[in-house]
């Protein structure tokens, strides 16, 4: 199953079209995913494709402060309104471990929400510390790269996340995943899921500011998704 990350509600519409089996709503990708707004939370939640809502106040890692997770606790209650299938968390302690009773609380908020533990994971001194502790806390499901910057490239890891897990909770790789790569990993890892962008970039229009920059931006694009749902079901 392919999840698509977008930040914009022509995003969602692509990725559900492409054959995407789920949607991570974010805004501001080029920030690596920070909370998306009120407004796309709702338009998403009327489509009929699962979505969760990236919960995440800020760029940089992720130690928060408790004005924070106090934001990140009113994100979550929004979603929960808005009517989303679940929430992606992530946090970080003073020793860049998880801070585990800062998710247990944002875990409580979410409810029946669905959760992901985002890519924390991948900068976490201890992964496979980090794994069991998301799966005591009652994480469906964990994205990562394999603690390097392409999943591609950390695919060992990810396989032992896999044996680790034992189908307690599902590894998803993602980042730098493509359709010429995708089958390749999973093979390798053995996962039944995987996070892409697949995105294009379009180029901008002439302004005098960054409101559209002159060297583009990123689009989801329903062909890229479709072709990489179609590698990921042998049909190419």
Known sequence: MLEVCVDTIDGVIAAMNGGAGRVELCSSLSEGGLTPSAGLMHAAAALPVPCYAMIRPRSGLFEFSDAEASVMLADI??????????????????????????????????????????????????????LSQAIDLGFERVLTSGAEPFAQDGTKLIAQMVTQAAGRISIMPGCGLTADNVAEVIAATGVEEVHASCNVRVAGDLAFSDFDPSSGRFETSEATVREMVNQMSGKN
């Open 77 to 130: 209650a929004m979603a929960r309104e808005a009517g989303l299938s679940g929430v992606v968390l992530g946090a970080q302690n003073a020793a860049r471990g998880l801070n585990v009773p800062m998710l247990a609380t944002l875990m409580a908020a979410a409810g029946e929400l669905g959760k992901t533990l985002h890519r924390v994971i991948d900068v976490v001194p201890e992964p496979l510390v980090a």
